[in-house]
């Protein structure tokens, strides 16, 4: 893995320091920053999951009030989805995607930073709304008509629409940028049908981004124009009609349960054969049925309003298109049982979580099946039988799939272990706790307990079952706390890991760990899928290791940053007044003025 003495003069330094991380542009470092960031605003959803959980654990409880209740329930929601899910995902999009093309970096690294630094401006503005007034309280979807100045005077729900606009700004960039780079800057020899899994899931869930969050954008105008301007888009005094929201609002949200659960499904793909000892089962059909949920997605959404009365006409067509979209999914899952299917299985810790991702996920998909009846839906929807299914396919699925992930690159992220006995741990716990705390809820639920109330009668069959899903969700926390234990312990001693300790097929692990800047010295040649599992490809794979002549990386800028600050500030401005407006505009066009003039060289 040595370069050749007559090319190190050409490789860039490495740099360290605070001001590093704010003015890198390297797609790895982005990734760190991505990573680390979201799983702090995760500790903070799973916090306020806790005080649910607290409150709800017996009848009549007041640890809070009904308003602090509801500002909990609709920030546990937008983090989860907004500030954990999809940014770490966008972590391993950030960090792995150009080592498994073949790639020294992604298409705009300038983006790629600008992209980060919105999130994370977005995430901050999101959270000061405890500080200042009180946070949203009407819900992580916020139907109208309850989002009006009429019953939402304050700021609340303010501070959600236009922190989702700031957000929607970051994965819109985020989204473009993965989009080109791995159209355009595939390895030669790496065609479409030789992409890794986790690829190709990251291009579907790329373009299901830049599709569905104009959708919301439009909705979320609307909402700030009626509460700020006086417009009656979602007024029905005013003629219009607040089920406008719901469509607007569904139509991006259904496929945005794709662009969490598309990533974890790809790493799913990726763990799976490494730790079985042989190749996807059927990668075309994984990789097609992919494709085909991320197309079905846009034809789903109203199976989310069959109490509003669409209609026998809607309900069928919706209903069918449900059940329909199951098929790409149960391929999925027979795709991946048949991958285990006489493979020398091998139970670590990343094989463990990946295993426990599709039996959870199962349980989840079958749950939301049930709902593809409008009859049955009519008895589940806006009860704890609708929270156990979400949290089942984002838990079980999503946040099973990202453990999986972690657990699988941290020695290429590292180039150090995590503790196995600590992993095992930490999978053993979170299995049990998650299943306590989430599948009581189905029984509640079908007793009649509604969603979105902050206490309950006693006497109602509702006690023991919420009693138990208190418990597993402290369990759950304390599952938490041994990976957070065992990730600090292990960036500070984990064992040392090579270039390839599991022994994978895809590019990534042909290079040093942690890489290089550079990660590639020479870009490789692919001629096969899972290049490395095969003679020619690991020898073409591991030259490209030789610096062979100079290495142009991008230099460092912290325009980006002040970029992202200035729209932060610059959108933040309809809340806070035109002096926190005009200075963030100012700012905005200084940074992308600097930014478009900035040297490259």
Do not use: C
Not at 78 to 84: D, H, K, P, S, Y
Not at 403 to 425: D, H, Q, S, V
Request: neutral net charge.
């Amino acid at each position: 893995m040595a370069t050749t003495v007559a090319g190190v003069h050409a490789v860039p330094k490495s740099e360290s320091g605070l001001w590093s991380w704010i003015t890198t542009v390297d797609h790895k470092r982005i990734g760190v920053l991505y990573g680390v960031t979201a799983f702090v605003f995760f500790l903070i959803g799973g916090f306020e999951a806790l005080l649910i959980r607290i409150q709800l654990a017996r009848p009549e409880n007041t640890f809070v009030g009904p308003d602090l209740y509801n500002q909990l329930f609709t920030m546990h929601g937008t983090t989860m989805i907004f500030l954990a899910v999809m940014p770490l995902s966008a972590s391993f999009f950030n960090f792995m995607i150009p080592l498994m093309i073949g790639a020294r970096d992604v298409a705009f690294p300038r983006l790629n930073a600008f992209s980060y630094w919105v999130f994370v401006t977005g995430g901050i503005f999101l959270n000061l709304s405890f500080f200042l007034g009180g946070a949203p309280n009407v819900g992580w979807f916020a139907y109208s008509n309850l989002t009006s100045s009429q019953y939402s005077p304050g700021h609340g729900v303010d501070f959600w629409a236009v922190g989702l606009q700031i957000l929607g700004i970051a994965s819109l960039a985020a989204a473009f940028n993965f989009i080109v780079t791995i159209i355009n800057l595939r390895a030669p020899g790496m065609k479409l049908m030789r992409m890794p899994p986790f690829v190709w899931m990251t291009l579907v869930t790329s373009f299901l981004i830049i599709l569905a969050f104009p959708v919301i954008t439009v909705a979320l105008v609307f909402l700030l124009f009626d509460r700020f301007v006086g417009t009656h888009f979602f007024v029905p005094s005013g003629g219009a009609d607040p089920l406008l929201w719901q469509h607007l609002f569904w139509l991006f949200g259904h496929p945005e349960v794709y662009i969490l659960i598309l990533p974890a499904m790809g790493i799913v793909s990726e763990v799976l054969p490494t730790f079985s000892r042989k190749p996807l089962f059927g990668y075309p059909v994984v990789v097609y049925s992919g494709i085909f949920i991320g197309f079905m997605g846009w034809g789903v959404w109203s199976h989310h309003m069959f109490s509003v009365g669409l209609g026998p006409l809607a309900d069928s067509f919706f209903a069918l298109t449900t059940m329909l979209i199951a098929i790409p999914t149960g391929v999925k899952i027979f795709n991946w049982l048949a991958t285990l299917w006489g493979g020398k299985i091998e139970l670590k810790t990343a094989m463990l979580f990946a295993l426990g991702f599709i039996a959870l996920f199962t349980m989840g998909g079958l749950s939301g099946f049930m709902h593809a009846s409008p009859p049955a839906d009519l008895q589940q929807t806006d009860t704890y039988f609708v929270v156990a299914h979400i949290h089942y396919v984002l838990f079980g699925g999503a946040i099973m799939g990202v453990f999986a992930g972690i657990y699988y690159w941290f020695p290429k992220m590292t180039g150090k272990f995590l503790n196995e006995t600590l992993g095992k741990i930490h999978f053993w716990a979170t299995m049990i706790s998650m299943n306590l705390t989430f599948f009581p809820m189905h029984f509640v639920g079908l007793l009649g307990m509604p969603r979105r109330v902050y206490t309950y009668p006693p006497n109602m069959g509702f006690d023991t079952m919420n009693l138990l899903s208190t418990i597993g969700a402290l369990l759950l926390g304390a599952s938490v706390l041994v990976f957070v234990v065992n990730f600090v312990n292990s960036i500070r001693n984990g064992k040392p890991a090579g270039s390839d300790p599991w022994g994978g097929g895809s590019l990534e692990w042909a290079i040093p760990s942690p890489p290089p800047s550079y990660n590639f010295a020479t870009i490789p040649t692919v001629r096969s899928l899972d290049p490395l599992w095969h003679k020619e490809g690991r020898e073409a794979a591991l030259a490209a290791n030789q610096v062979r002549g100079p290495i142009h990386m991008p230099p460092s800028s912290y325009w980006p940053a002040v970029s992202a600050l200035g729209v932060t500030l610059l959108l933040s401005g309809m809340v806070f007044g035109w002096f926190v407006g005009i200075p963030g505009l100012i700012l905005m066009l200084l940074g992308l003025y600097s930014w478009a003039f900035e040297p490259v060289t």
